[in-house]
């Protein structure tokens, strides 16, 4: 799992699930990796403080601020887009970030929208998990 934070910036990653354990806690053991390893990154750590700045979130240990703060900004800037059928993609958060500087937006599937949600969560020393949910299919996991 430690490849997703030594590929190149803007790298999009697919992964095989193992048919041995269900998909569901396979995708959730990949995002709890990648959100440790990305929210220790002093480049997503900066774009975290700028956001809050420019919402004017400025008081010590605001947590609420942060949460609705982050919550807002990938909800208002990443598109949902789902995978293709058979395949996961996992986006990392850097390039979501960067696309989002660049063209105003991203594209992203429920798990990209936690991960980054997470990650930026993280950065500043928020705990969070992420979880999976039957929405649409009342046998299987299909969100996260």
């Known amino acids: ?9 803007g790298s999009v990653l697919t992964y095989a699930l193992n048919d041995a354990s269900p998909d569901a806690s396979q995708i959730l053991a990949y995002l709890t990796d990648f959100r440790d390893q990305f ?3 002093p480049r997503i750590r900066e774009f ?4 809050l700045q ?7 240990n605001d947590i609420p601020g942060c949460v609705s703060t982050f919550f ?19 986006i990392n958060p850097k390039r979501l970030i960067d696309d989002v500087l660049q063209n105003g937006y991203a594209y992203g599937d429920c798990d990209d929208h936690c ?6 969560l993280g950065t500043v020393g928020i ?3 992420f979880v999976a949910v ?3 299919d009342p046998v299987d996991f299909d969100h996260v």
């Not at 997703?4 to 910036?9: E, K, S, T």
């Not at 420019?54 to 010590?60: F, K, Y």
């Open 134 to 136: 039957k929405l649409f």
């Open 54 to 60: 420019q919402a004017g979130v400025v008081d010590d």
């Open 48 to 51: 975290s403080a700028a956001v």
């Open 72 to 90: 807002c900004w990938v909800k208002d800037n990443i598109k949902y887009l789902p995978d293709p059928s058979g395949v996961e993609f996992v």
């Open 1 to 9: 799992m430690t490849a997703l934070a030594n590929a190149p910036r």
């Open 39 to 41: 929210q220790t990154d």
């Open 115 to 120: 991960l980054l949600f997470a990650t930026l």
């Open 127 to 129: 705990p969070n998990q």
